[in-house]
């Protein structure tokens, strides 16, 4: 990741307007917006569409790239438009929005965004390509696999481990030291009181299984 080169957001639907909004916030320059070939010549919030996915390769020596497609019970579009950059020799930038706070004693990893008013607390380890929404706090010690979306106002507390391409909902509320494997569907406002052991759907206060996967 190299933070002084411009980038390009690659899908340009409703996430990627507060992706937009995080990056300018945090003084970053964006080059353009790829996505489908009927969109080349329009413009997302005054940013230009400047190609398709298929033109990654045009831009990885002098750009880096934002997934900007959202995830709610799939991360898999995310999950290969990223293996698409790497790929086509192309590198993942990270936006953190002005409001946002990323503890220098946390990591996040290429290719996530951590939008307003988010907060990944000191230890933390967020993975690659992941989506730390508006509002969501992932305290101290919390491990959080690649691709995954924790949604607006999620509350993730101490030591928690969530697993690759989990999503998890609106309000949620995991408690302390619980681990969520991979694949899973977090229902918004639901409460994580224990650790999940199978990948699922989830929903409720607790959260029990609705949906295996
Ligand atoms: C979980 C979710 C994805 C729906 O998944 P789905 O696979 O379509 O599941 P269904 O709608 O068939 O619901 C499955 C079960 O979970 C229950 N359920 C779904 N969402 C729920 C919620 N938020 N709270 C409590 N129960 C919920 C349903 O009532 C159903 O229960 P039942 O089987 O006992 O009848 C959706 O409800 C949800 O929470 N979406 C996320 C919203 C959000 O946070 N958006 C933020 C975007 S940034």
Same mark, same amino acid.
């Given at each position: 990741?190299?933070?002084?080169? %411009? ?7 409703? !996430? ?31 940013? %230009?569409?400047?190609?398709?996915? @298929?033109? &990654? @390769? ?6 880096? =790239?934002?997934?900007? +497609? ?6 898999? @579009?995310?999950? /290969?438009?990223? !293996? ?25 990893? %290429? ?21 730390? *929404?508006?509002?969501? *706090? ?9 691709? +995954? ?5 999620? @509350?993730? *507390?101490?030591?928690? !481990?969530?697993?690759? /391409?989990? =999503? ?17 569907? &977090? ?13 699922? +759907? ?8 609705? /949906?295996?996967?």
């Amino acid at each position: 990741m190299s933070k002084q080169r %411009p980038i390009i957001l690659i899908g340009g639907g409703g !996430h990627c307007m507060s992706v937009i909004e995080a990056a300018e916030s945090a003084g970053a320059a964006i080059l353009g917006i790829l996505d489908a070939p009927e969109m080349v010549g329009r413009h997302l919030l005054g940013h %230009p569409f400047i190609g398709t996915d @298929t033109d &990654i @390769t045009l831009h990885a020596a002098h750009a880096d =790239f934002i997934v900007c +497609v959202g995830s709610i019970s799939n991360a898999d @579009t995310r999950y /290969k438009l990223y !293996h698409q950059v790497l790929a086509a020799g192309g590198q993942l930038g990270c936006i953190v929005a002005s409001t946002a706070r990323v503890s220098r004693h946390a990591h996040i990893g %290429p290719g996530t965004v951590v939008l307003h008013h988010a907060l990944v607390n000191a230890g933390a380890q967020v993975g690659e390509n992941c989506i730390i *929404n508006s509002h969501a *706090n992932v305290e101290h010690g919390c491990t959080i696999g690649s691709h +995954v979306h924790l949604s607006t106002a999620a @509350t993730i *507390n101490g030591d928690c !481990h969530i697993g690759e /391409k989990s =999503f998890i909902g609106s309000r949620s509320i995991v408690y302390q030291g619980c681990s969520i494997p991979g694949n899973c569907v &977090i229902a918004a406002g639901s409460v994580v009181r224990n650790s999940l052991s199978k990948a699922g +759907v989830y929903a409720g206060n607790p959260a029990t299984l609705k /949906k295996t996967r």
